[in-house]
Structure formats: structure tokens, C-alpha cells
């Protein structure tokens, strides 16, 4: 143990403790993982830590998200601290407990608890206050904090503002930990080393043997003498690179000649070509290898900069990029832009050769995608902007700084780059060192494009929690979307246009709040706000009668009224009519899927019929016990429930649905290749992409890969008539800082980020099937001789000129008059070879 006593003249100052307790001395909030938290004792008692813990609340959660049971005893006037055991080495040097547990970024809350009674605290549970807590320099991000006197914050619901009971110090500010106010910088040496004399020339050490043919430097904790020419400054990573040049390098391709210095200052007093020679501590932060604490450096002139090593996606082993870490390199080949979820928070962009694909979505479950999960990670690096900030006022990617119009798009490309190597957040990194070259190889559509339009276009379209308050413009925040009516009209915008866009004839919907069809439920807000930006007031959606399910979120249908009309009672399957299992349990488990919502449309023009069955199936991100969890083999968590769901829609539609063109849509949270959608087609129901040979697509990104959850399987009727089908990818490739939300943004951006367009409206792709449905021609074989001819056209003349009555199943033109035109319109389709083979 390494707990630290303080002198009794620091203890006496101190006021009573009220609480006779510990408390929460200090806190580090610093770059990377510098997390610390310093623990004080004013008591005159030792106390065991044997039952108390530190809990975070983690993005303004009421609920804790990591939890440190504490070991040791603190003596009395003495202090305890606990860091990240992935911090700096400074300060896991100075810390009595480490751990890997998840810890605080600057919005997340904190307690101190002893038998889970909460005795101190820093923020407040369930709020989350944006990036931290304060203002200035006494803010809970990139500072630290030090607490006044002996304070304690029991009441975790009441507003935090450190200031009241804290002092702020710069980002990473070590000097006190472990003394509690005390004298800074601890106690001084009685007879300190002289500063060092650095000679340039001289004998150094081989930054190869720094950085080692493994993981990590052989050399951790020893201080050295290093002398190599600076390759990169990063003043927003308070530090920059050296590279060693000539016969300085090793020529071992195993063993870097490039290694970082953290000068933990953005004043850092080089340049690019100048050669430096420094005396530093080897450091490993975060499995990164750097020098750290410089003691002495000196000014060696100017140096030619190494050659870039070229440097290829994928590797073969990750040993590769170890082996350049630190050192310039360049890829010849283009990259291929594959995330862009953390652009605006972080300034990074994940590249790949090519796009990776969600294993499942391409091969099966098991081996194969287990095998190409290893491949992807071989095959990528984050393009950062070598700056640690969060949310950064300015986005340098792409050329010109993001903003709503000028967007860099998963499958946008670049190239010509080169840049210096770096570890960190258990990625490899590239820090350019010139201007990375976008290219915009997937420019956004104005509409899903189509070959063809057919006559019926369905569409499936995830509204991302779509709930609209008490529907009078109040009730905000909701459980789930927008958190105020402003940020809820930004959604709006977004959702209606991108709905208009569609241009569909019915539109199945995923998360939209589950409040029933009065004029203040969100479906109808939706629709009232889909008339007005397409300026169609036929606009309809099918009424289930109320909340459907006990989600908070459903499925919804909603329609054109002068193209189609519902053909028959809208049906709804759920746990009550579900197909049963061998032990009499229902296949469709509504308590994980959202009921399903099926409904029969007749087209206007050709009486012609068409199913739709839109779905929302269980998440995989859901826990869904013992038996149904994740198992390895690619498909997540709740692959079981989603696929007895998909058996149940199959027997459901089997039932209902055999004699028209019938799709089963929706987000059905499994990839192309996963059991519930291999289990729909061995009922019939086939992935509309497969058939058209549009494969492999997507319509979701997650975690740089990309797939499609959202789909469109049809039966061999609606194939029949299939004329195309796309995926319009307005959503999962943008970055989703161009959302509607205005968290982590500054005013500027909140204005620069948004349009009220389409793209990022929500985090799925919409999905589009056009089909050019038959009229239904049985009517006209009015002599029934199974087949439609020139009799029939002679005796549908017979019958006007007698003034008979006809059904207006024969009013081809759809004028709701039955006439000579009609004779006409049908003399025409008799031309068409269908006309002769009735349906």
C-alpha cells in the first residue's frame, strides 16, 4: 500500500468532520484514461475500506454503470487514491488501488458509498449536463478538481456546480494527488540530482530498443537519453513524434524507429525537421509506448525527415502496425471510409480497404463468420485529428470542416495518406501530417433511386423514437427521441422529408411512440406533418384502436388513399394468435417483438390485392436471459426469440396471405444471413435484394461494419410482379452528428450541423419494392370461358348498347363511369398477353 500520512499542522487546519467519514478529496478527469479519484480521512480513527465502493452514472443515468469495491485501510489524516490502471504511469505510480473498470468521462455522476449509503458525491444521478458539470477551469472534463476543506455532497438529485465546493486546476495536474491541499509538489529531495548536460552526437538510446519487437517497451519505467528528429508536432495531443534517421535505425522490420513524446503541454517548443535530444521516462499509456517526465532536452539543429513507410490494409498480423507505431507512414492504396459515428464527438473517421460487411451478413452464423470478424480487424485504422478535446468546435474532416452540406459518407474514399502511427482506445491510429484527399465515391441521392416504379411502391422506414410529447407542443422530454419541442421539430423536419421523399404508396414505420390514433399521438402528428411537406392531404394510416403491445415504442402503417385503400380488417399478430411450439408456447413472444401488424390493400387503378406485414422483432442489444443470449456465433443476444418470431410470421402469413402478393418488412434486427431471415425464406418469403442479385448491401453501420436490419422478404406472387427494389442510404452512412439532436455541439454547430433534409434523419436506411401489380381481369371473362378475347369485348358492347348493368370492376379507366372507354381500355389490354391468361 502506498496510503500517504499527512502532517498534523495540514490535519488541524482542517474543520471538523461532520460526517466522520471519507470523502472525495480530489478528482482527474484528464486526457485518455487519466481518471483518479483522491479519498481523504479527517477522522482520528483508521478506517477500513471493507464495504465501500465508488459507483459511476454514466451519461446522466440514475442507474450505475461501473462499480469499484474499494480494499485497504486509511489511516487517520491520511489519503487513498484509486485511478485507471490504464493512466498515465505517473499516476499509477501515485495510486493505492487500480482497476480496469469502466470509469467517468465529464458528464457522468459519481457516489461514494459505505454499505451503499451514499456519503459523498460529484454531479447528479439522472441528469446528464451536456460535456460536464461548471464552467471555466472548474469543470468535471479535461481538469481536476480539489476540494476546499472537508465537504462532503450526500443529496445526488440536487444541481451540482463545483465551483460551491471545489478549485479547478489544468487537465492532467498530478502535483497534489495524494496529499490533500498539501504542498504541491510532495516532499522536496535534501539533496536533488544536478539537471543533466545533454551533448548532441553522444551515444543514445535506439528508439528500436525502446519500442521492442513486442507490445509494449522492454524498457517501462527507465529513464533514457534519445536523440531522432521530429516528424510531428500535435500540440491538441500535447506532445509530438521523433523518428530515427540513417544509422540510427536497426533494420529490423519487427522493431519501430518512430516513438511519441508527451510534453504534456501545447507550448511544445519544436518543429517538424529539428533534431532533438531528450532525457525522459519510457511510458506505456493505454498501450501506447511513449517518453514522458523530460528532465533535459537540447536543440541538435535540422534533419532531413525520414522516408514514409509504406504501409497496406489489411495486415497480415496486427504485429504490423505495432512495428510502425510511431513512425511516418503511407498508404498508396485508397481507403475506404467505413464510420463516421464518432466524427463530430472525437474527430475520427474508421478507414478499411473497401467496405467491411457485418460478417452475418454476407457468410453464416459460426465458423465463417467468426473467421471473418478476425479478417475485418486486420483491416482498418482510425484517421484521427490529434487533438484529445471531446466535441471540438471545429471538424477538420472533410477538407473544409463538417457541416450539414459538406458531409463525409461511410464509402466516401481517400487518398495519399500519410501520417504518423499511434495506439490508443484499442485502435491504431493515423495522425496526418498533410491534408488527407476525400473523394466523394458515395454522394447522397436526392430519392431511393429505381429502375422502374411500378404501380405500387412499399416502403419500411425506422422513425429513431419518434414521440411527439403530450401532442399539444409540451410533455418534453419523453422516454424515449427529442428531449425539448425544439429539438423534436429539428426531428420532425427530418423524418416528414425524408418520408416524402419515398414517394410511396405505403410506408410500414419502426419506433414510433406507441399512443394510440388520436390527433395528439405521434402517428398522427407524423402524418399531419407528411401532408404538409408533400403537399398531399391523402395521406392516411391504418388505426389499430389503440397502443398495441406494451412497448413504449410500436409499428405503424400509413398510406395514400388515392392510390390504395385497405382491402379487409387490419390483423394483428401477437403472443394471443400466435402458431405454438411442440410444448403449446407461443412463437411470437410479444413481450420481446413487437406485435405485428398485417394488412390487406386493394391498388385503385387495377383492383389488384397486396399484403404488407411490417415487424419490429427483438433487439440484439437486449438481454434475453439464460439459453438466448449471445452465444459467439455472430448473431447476438435473442437470435432464438427473433427467430421463433419469424416462424410464427411464416405460418401467419402462410394462412392469410396465400392468394396475393404478399412482403414481409421491417426492422427485423438480424442480418441477411441469420436464422429469423433464413427462417422466412424456407416459409416463402424471400430477401427481395437476393432475388434481384443486389447483394451485399445495407442499410445499418455499427461499429464500423455494414449490414442491413431492415428488410423487405416477399412471397413467389409479389416476385412475380417484382420491378425493383432499393435501399436509399440516407441514414447509416452519414455522421450522426448531422442529427437532430443538439447535445455536444456548440450554438455554431447546432446551426451548421442541421437541415431539415433527409439525411441522418434516423440511424437506419429506409427500404423501397416497387411492383407492377395486374389488374384483376376475372370480371371481364363475361362468358366465362377462361380466357379474355375479342368475344368478350364483343359482348361487353352487346351489354352497354342494352343499357345492362355492369360492375364497376369493369371501369378500366377508373373514371367510376362504365363505357365505351372502358371497351377501348380493355380492346387495348387484350392486346398485352396476360390478357389471354386471366388471374
Known amino acids: 500500500m502506498k496510503i500517504r500520512a499527512l502532517s498534523a499542522t495540514i490535519a488541524m ?15 482527474i478527469e484528464g486526457s485518455g484514461n487519466n481518471k483518479a479519484l483522491e479519498l481523504y480521512n479527517p477522522t482520528a480513527e483508521a478506517i477500513s475500506l471493507s464495504g465501500y465502493a465508488i459507483k459511476v452514472y454514466f451519461n446522466g443515468s440514475a442507474n450505475v454503470g461501473s462499480t469499484i469495491n474499494l480494499a485497504g485501510t486509511v489511516q487517520p489524516g491520511s489519503t487513498f487514491v484509486y485511478a485507471s490502471s490504464s493512466a498515465s504511469a505517473e499516476l499509477v505510480a501515485l495510486a493505492d488501488q487500480t482497476s480496469g473498470n469502466s470509469l467517468w468521462n465529464g458528464d457522468d455522476a459519481i457516489t461514494l458509498t459505505n454499505n451503499d449509503v451514499v456519503i459523498d ?14 464552467s471555466g477551469d472548474t469543470t468535471t472534463a479535461n481538469d481536476t478538481l480539489r476540494r476546499t476543506a472537508v465537504l462532503y455532497d450526500t443529496n445526488t438529485s440536487d444541481s451540482f456546480d463545483p465551483s460551491v465546493q471545489w478549485q479547478g486546476f489544468a487537465q492532467d495536474d498530478f502535483t497534489d494527488i495524494g496529499l490533500f491541499n498539501g504542498e504541491g509538489n510532495g516532499p522536496v529531495d535534501p539533496e536533488p540530482d544536478p539537471d543533466p548536460v545533454l551533448t548532441c552526437g553522444e551515444p543514445a538510446t535506439a528508439i528500436s530498443v525502446i519500442q521492442g519487437a513486442g507490445d509494449a517497451s522492454p524498457l517501462v519505467g527507465q529513464i533514457v537519453q534519445v536523440e531522432a528528429v521530429v516528424t510531428q508536432t500535435s500540440p491538441g495531443l500535447r506532445g509530438y513524434n521523433i523518428q530515427a534517421v540513417g544509422v540510427e535505425q536497426d533494420n529490423d522490420t519487427a522493431t519501430s524507429e518512430g516513438v511519441f513524446v508527451y510534453a504534456n503541454s501545447a507550448d511544445l517548443g519544436v518543429s517538424t525537421g529539428q533534431r532533438v535530444r531528450l532525457q525522459a521516462t519510457v511510458a506505456e499509456f493505454n498501450g501506447h509506448t511513449q517518453l514522458t517526465n523530460i528532465t533535459a532536452s537540447q536543440d541538435c539543429g535540422s534533419s532531413e525527415l525520414p522516408s514514409a513507410t509504406p504501409l497496406a490494409l489489411p495486415v497480415t498480423t496486427i504485429a504490423e502496425m505495432e512495428a510502425v507505431e510511431g513512425m511516418l507512414v503511407r498508404f498508396a492504396q485508397t481507403l475506404t471510409v467505413n464510420d463516421t459515428y464518432t466524427l463530430g464527438r472525437f474527430g475520427e473517421l474508421t478507414l478499411s480497404n473497401g467496405r467491411r460487411y457485418t460478417p452475418t451478413q454476407v457468410v453464416s452464423p459460426g465458423a465463417e463468420a467468426i473467421a471473418l470478424a478476425a479478417a475485418h480487424e486486420l483491416n482498418k485504422i482510425v484517421l484521427d ?43 491504431y491510429r493515423i495522425m496526418p501530417t498533410q491534408t488527407p484527399d476525400f473523394i466523394q ?8 433511386e429505381l429502375s422502374a416504379a411500378g404501380n405500387v411502391k412499399v416502403a419500411s422506414f425506422n422513425v ?3 414521440f411527439n410529447g403530450n401532442g399539444a407542443g409540451g410533455g418534453f422530454p419523453t422516454a424515449r427521441g427529442a428531449d425539448s419541442a425544439a429539438e423534436f ?23 414510433i411512440e406507441n399512443d394510440g390514433y388520436a390527433a395528439t399521438s405521434a402517428i398522427a402528428d407524423l402524418v399531419n406533418g407528411l401532408r404538409e411537406a408533400s403537399g398531399n392531404n391523402n395521406w392516411q394510416f391504418i388505426n389499430a384502436g389503440g397502443p398495441v403491445g406494451s412497448d413504449e415504442i410500436t409499428v405503424g402503417l400509413i398510406y395514400r388513399s388515392d392510390l390504395v385503400t385497405p382491402a379487409a380488417e387490419l390483423m394483428i399478430l401477437d403472443s394471443s394468435n400466435s402458431a405454438v411450439d411442440a410444448q403449446g408456447v407461443a412463437l411470437f413472444d410479444d413481450n420481446r417483438n413487437r406485435p405485428m401488424l398485417a394488412q390487406r390493400f386493394r391498388e385503385l387503378e387495377t383492383d389488384a390485392e397486396f399484403a404488407v406485414m411490417v415487424n419490429h422483432l427483438k433487439s440484439k442489444g437486449s438481454a434475453c436471459g439464460a439459453g438466448d443470449s449471445d452465444n459467439g456465433d455472430g448473431q447476438g443476444n435473442c437470435n432464438i426469440s427473433r427467430s421463433r418470431a419469424a416462424e410464427a410470421i411464416g405460418t401467419f402469413a402462410a394462412q392469410q396471405f396465400t392468394d396475393i402478393p404478399a412482403l414481409v418488412i421491417g426492422d427485423l434486427n438480424a442480418y441477411a444471413k441469420e436464422d429469423p431471415i433464413t427462417t422466412l425464406a424456407q416459409a416463402g418469403y424471400k430477401n427481395v435484394f437476393e432475388v434481384l442479385g443486389k447483394v451485399p448491401s445495407h442499410g445499418y453501420v455499427f461499429s464500423g461494419l455494414s449490414g442491413s436490419l431492415d428488410h423487405a422478404l416477399l412471397n413467389d406472387k409479389a416476385i412475380q410482379y417484382l420491378v425493383d427494389a432499393t435501399k436509399w442510404n440516407i441514414n447509416a452512412d452519414e455522421p450522426i452528428a448531422l442529427d437532430y439532436n443538439v447535445e455536444f455541439k456548440t450554438p455554431q454547430q447546432q446551426l451548421d450541423y442541421f437541415a431539415g433534409d433527409a439525411y441522418r434523419s434516423s440511424d437506419h436506411d429506409p427500404v423501397v419494392v416497387a411492383l407492377q401489380l395486374p389488374a384483376s381481369y376475372q370480371a371481364a371473362d363475361l362468358d366465362q370461358n377462361g380466357a379474355i378475347d375479342q368475344r368478350d369485348i364483343r359482348l361487353f358492347q352487346q351489354i352497354l348498347r342494352q343499357g345492362g348493368a355492369l360492375s364497376l370492376s369493369l371501369d378500366f379507366n377508373g373514371d367510376a363511369v362504365v363505357d365505351q372507354r372502358d371497351v377501348r381500355a380493355m380492346t387495348a389490354l387484350c392486346d398485352l398477353p396476360r390478357c389471354v391468361s386471366p388471374q
Open 13 to 27: 487546519l482542517l474543520a471538523p468532520a461532520v460526517h466522520a467519514d471519507l470523502f472525495i478529496s480530489e478528482y
Open 121 to 134: 458525491s460529484i454531479g447528479q444521478l439522472g441528469t446528464d449536463p451536456g460535456s460536464a458539470w461548471g
Open 385 to 427: 485529428d490529434a487533438n484529445t478535446s471531446q466535441n471540438p468546435a471545429t471538424v477538420p474532416y472533410p477538407v473544409g470542416g463538417l457541416a450539414a452540406t459538406n458531409s463525409v459518407r461511410s464509402g466516401d474514399t481517400v487518398i495519399n495518406l500519410t501520417g504518423t502511427v499511434h495506439y490508443g482506445f484499442s485502435q
Open 441 to 448: 465515391s458515395n454522394p447522397r441521392t436526392a430519392a431511393p
Open 464 to 466: 429513431l423514437n419518434y
Open 489 to 511: 421539430e429539428r426531428q420532425r423536419a427530418k423524418i416528414v422529408s425524408a418520408l416524402a421523399a419515398l414517394d410511396a404508396s405505403v410506408i410500414g414505420l419502426m419506433e
